[in-house]
């Protein structure tokens, strides 16, 4: 089993910065796939931003493109997500996630997931 926390969620305005932390703690998390997932208002679960185990692949979805940025500490058990330019359509729930064994972020076995931490982005 792998536990997930996240944290660094809060109120921002519209152009401004955050960076979310996601903590794994009961197994490692070196050799897995993790993502960041966010449920917007009115809106389906969608990815944010995923990264390989190893750091090396990431997918971003188009809409956070050139203003979001994933990465990770295996050393530390910890997933990173900064987040500039943010605007009021990114205000969510932003929710860490670890796949079940797959080490390439487009596997299918995402299992774990983080309670999230709400992002809220004010014009």
């Known amino acids: 089993q792998v536990q997930l926390v996240e944290s660094g969620g809060g109120l921002v305005q519209a152009g401004g910065s955050l960076r979310l932390s996601c903590a794994a703690s009961?197994?490692?998390?070196?050799?897995?796939?993790m993502g960041w997932f966010r449920h917007l208002p009115g809106k389906e679960r969608e990815v944010a931003a995923r990264i390989g185990w190893n750091g090396v692949s990431i997918d971003y979805a188009d809409s956070v493109k050139g203003r979001f940025t994933i990465s990770r500490d295996n050393a530390k058990n910890t997933v990173y997500l900064q987040m500039n330019s943010l605007k009021p359509e990114d205000t969510g729930v932003y929710i860490c996630a670890a796949t079940k064994a797959g080490r390439y972020y487009g596997s299918l076995d995402y299992a774990y997931w983080g309670q999230g931490t709400q992002v809220t982005v004010s014009s």
């Open positions: 009961g197994r490692t998390i070196s050799s897995r796939a």
